[in-house]
């Protein structure tokens, strides 16, 4: 199921009850087309059986860790397509490097674009694929070559993700955070309760 389907549909059977206010707080805020519904669901369930929230400020967080959670996903998945278009990319860049050596100025465009168009080929027809592959490594290029080359290619948003990545994680780590500290705080106060009561009885 897919984000081209009903996005409304109801949470899944949780051992812990979502209040009715958070409903809506706990679905996807959007799912790009070709995202999973179900595997949203399944990481906000993991998240939700897991915190366990206690109080309606950690139904938020709870939400939020959601979210990045997803985010980070997205981010990963978007990042090894793109590596996969970056790798026709890569191919075109090697095609370049051997056919444009000797081809005359006013030919060189119409051999980039001849390029460009066996590299599309190459990801789309496998007999082509194969041919090229071939003529690849019979000049010597490999597939670590294409790999170096697909790194060189993708490098400014290989970054970019990375960035992104860390910086979900980062709000994911605080959120977590807060959540225990909340929880140790409470947990103080309630083991002092009992203390004040008698101190104040005894005054």
């Known amino acids: 199921m897919t984000a081209c389907d009903n996005q409304m549909i109801g949470s899944r059977a949780l051992d812990i009850a979502v209040p ?3 409903h809506r707080v706990v679905q996807p805020a959007f799912l790009m087309p070709g995202e999973s ?5 399944a990481i906000r369930d993991m998240i939700i059986q897991e915190i366990a929230p206690q109080s309606g400020i950690e139904w938020l967080w709870a939400a939020d860790l959601i979210e990045l959670s997803w985010d980070i996903v997205r981010y990963r998945v978007l990042r090894q397509k793109m590596l996969r278009i970056r790798r026709r990319d890569a191919i075109d860049a090697m095609l370049q490097r051997l056919d444009l050596p000797g081809i005359p100025h006013p030919f060189r465009q119409s051999t980039r674009d001849q390029t460009r168009l066996n590299a599309e080929q190459w990801r789309t027809d496998p007999i082509a694929n194969a041919e090229i592959e071939n003529r690849l490594t019979t000049q010597g290029i490999d597939e670590g070559s294409v790999n170096a080359e697909v790194l060189i290619q993708s ?4 970054i970019m993700f990375d960035s992104l990545m860390q910086s979900a994680q980062a709000r994911r780590i605080m959120l977590l955070r807060e959540i225990n500290r909340r929880r140790i705080s409470l947990e103080i106060e309630r083991s002092d309760l009992p203390k004040r009561r008698i101190a104040a009885a005894d005054m």
């Open 20 to 22: 009715a206010i958070f």
């Open 37 to 41: 519904l179900n595997d949203y669901e």
């Open 155 to 158: 490098r400014e948003l290989f």
